[in-house]
């Protein structure tokens, strides 16, 4: 005789609650201890978006050809401006991150100087304007596009100067006097001809979708085509990636939209056919009626 089957006993869901919460509360402490234990260099480094930030145009930089400029010669009100911040000898993260950008760069129909311009800025203060210019042959031979050399301007300037640039873009960096080195994120920050921070892109590898859609935002529909901005109405950006993703919202809004016009270009040659069918029955019936009145009429008479 098999002996009966004991089926466990279910514990009620205020337990599972209870283990669940206690594992949220034990999962955030774990973060912030883990946060804790990271070296006080990497704390506080990062990248705080301030989206709808004009950054201070008035500010002075050197150009690679040590001549002084000010920011705001660069935003022409008609072309969208990508920004970096950099310095010339970083390790690692600069060169792998500029490289990147040169890939999607390469891979872009828009054309840089003709419709949009990109500053890199060092936040070295004792970079010079000799190793910016270096820095920035190196990419430009890379890249052998017309309008490049003039479209891609590497400044340098003096720290009050780089601190008011990195404040408004939300770009925390730090120097680490052990090393000599700067412990900061790789960030690309799209602003408008104006000089408003549109957008970012929080990435090291930089998908040309991407860098595209972040300039037609930035263009405000000035640069691109109608499918590319067609795209981009498709598209939001979502400041937690920092990166652009598709809109269901709008794509539904955009299919009901097309299936309204399908039905009226459907529809309407259907009512204006019944329209005109109707208008030519009437005019057949009509000198029938009145046929029919005159010889009403005339029977009338004859009697």
Known sequence: MKEPVTKPKRLPLAIYCLAAICCLFTDQAAVGQLIKDLPASVQEVGVE???????PLNTVFFDERGQKVRLNQFFDGQRPVLVTLNYSDCPMLCSLQLNKLVTALDELDLEVGKDFQIVTISIDPKETPFKARETKSKYVNILPREGVADGWHFLTGKQDSITKVAD???FRYKFIPETGQYSHAAMLA?????????????LIDYPADQVKLGLLAAGGGNIGSLVDNFVLYCSVYNPLEGSYTASAWKIMRLSAAATVLLLLIGLVPYWLGRRKTSADLSNHELPNQ???NVQQNAAHHSQ
């Open 290 to 292: 009145s046929r029919m």
């Open 168 to 170: 408004a873009i939300g």
């Open 190 to 202: 799209f602003c408008t001809p104006e000089g408003m921070i549109s957008s970012y892109l929080l």
């Open 49 to 55: 978006q301030r989206l709808g930030e004009t950054l």
